[in-house]
């Protein structure tokens, strides 16, 4: 085992291009379906001895492209961070992301008729779908296969990001002998990065922040997450070191600078290295009397 790792610059270089990265990949892998697509029926098209204008193909692919790019992508990065991928419970989840694909074409196809509608007005024609049960069908058979691409290619970014920046468990019991320091009320988090693992103490942590089904330690400055809820990792805290303060925070007391009162009710946490934090109205009383208290 080893202290943190000293140096976390390329991932916080990584950072500020975060958003870049992922909006350019996802451009140029759709973007570049779309062309391809377009120039591959079209050729099939004129093959077959058809005159079919070129812009159809390309208004066809495009709908679809823009669709999946503008209402479809960010849907699905919220669904898979709310409901992640996960080994077990197979019926339930299966159940999720079927109903999840079958949301997922109705909005592709009522998106992209209606954008084919619209271009092909532009040029004094109208579009026909076709029957709409039998191409339902057909384009879900090709969205699940989407959507599952997607959801995979997703989780896998995700679980590459969180061993680039360390991802945090708890300690289990040992399979022989006693464990060496409490199991139910940590002292220390076991946190595995690049292959290499290492220790963080509770005592170093200066917040908790909900994130979907994990919960981001906050560490000298450094995130790691931690499978869990907000509500499971409050049971095992210290509860003389750390105070809910929001639905989605929990601070270490001993972080706390001052509370800034809200006129709505609510306060601001500041923290000692200058970091700010929300804090609810119904969290707010009991965190100033233990601070006043001083059970920090």
């Known amino acids: 085992m080893r202290g943190p790792d000293p140096d976390p610059i ?3 270089r ?15 892998m759709i973007g570049g379906n779309c062309i391809a697509n377009s120039i591959t029926v079209l050729m099939e098209f004129r093959r077959g001895g058809s005159a079919i204008p070129a812009w159809e193909p390309m208004v066809w692919e495009a709908s679809s492209a823009l669709v999946w790019l503008l209402a479809i992508l960010p849907g699905m990065a919220w669904f898979t961070r709310r409901h ?3 080994w077990g419970g197979w019926g339930r989840q299966l159940l999720r992301y079927l109903a999840a694909s079958a949301v997922v074409c109705v909005v592709h ?3 992209m008729v209606a954008l084919r509608s619209a271009a092909y007005a532009s040029q004094g024609v109208d579009y026909d779908f076709g029957p709409w049960p039998r191409e339902l ?3 879900y058979l090709k969205d699940i296969r989407s959507f599952a691409y997607i959801v995979l290619t997703m989780e896998a970014y995700r679980a590459l990001l969180r061993g680039w920046r360390g991802e945090a468990s708890l300690l289990t019991e040992p399979e022989e002998g006693p464990p060496l320091e409490p199991v139910e009320r940590p002292e220390r988090f076991l946190v595995r990065k690049l292959g290499r693992e290492f220790l963080v103490a ?9 994130a979907g089904n994990y919960v981001n330690l906050r560490v000298r400055g ?6 869990s809820t907000i509500a499971g990792i409050q049971e095992r805290l210290d509860p003389r070191r750390f105070a809910r303060i929001h639905r989605s925070y929990i601070v270490a007391l001993d972080q706390v600078a001052s509370i800034e009162p809200l006129d709505t009710g609510d306060a601001r946490i500041h923290l000692k290295d200058g970091g700010v934090l929300p804090c609810s109205r119904r969290h707010r009383q009991d965190l100033r009397g233990r601070i006043d208290g001083g059970e920090a």
């Not at 450094?222 to 499978?227: A, E, F, M, T």
């Open 84 to 86: 992640p991928f996960r």
């Open 109 to 111: 196809v009522l998106g």
């Open 10 to 12: 390329p991932y916080e």
């Open 222 to 227: 450094h995130d790691y997450p931690l499978r």
């Open 14 to 28: 990584f950072l500020p291009w975060k958003r870049w990265v992922e909006a350019g990949f996802w451009l140029a």
């Open 202 to 210: 509770a005592a170093d942590i200066q917040w908790l922040q909900a």
């Open 137 to 139: 069908l057909y384009e």
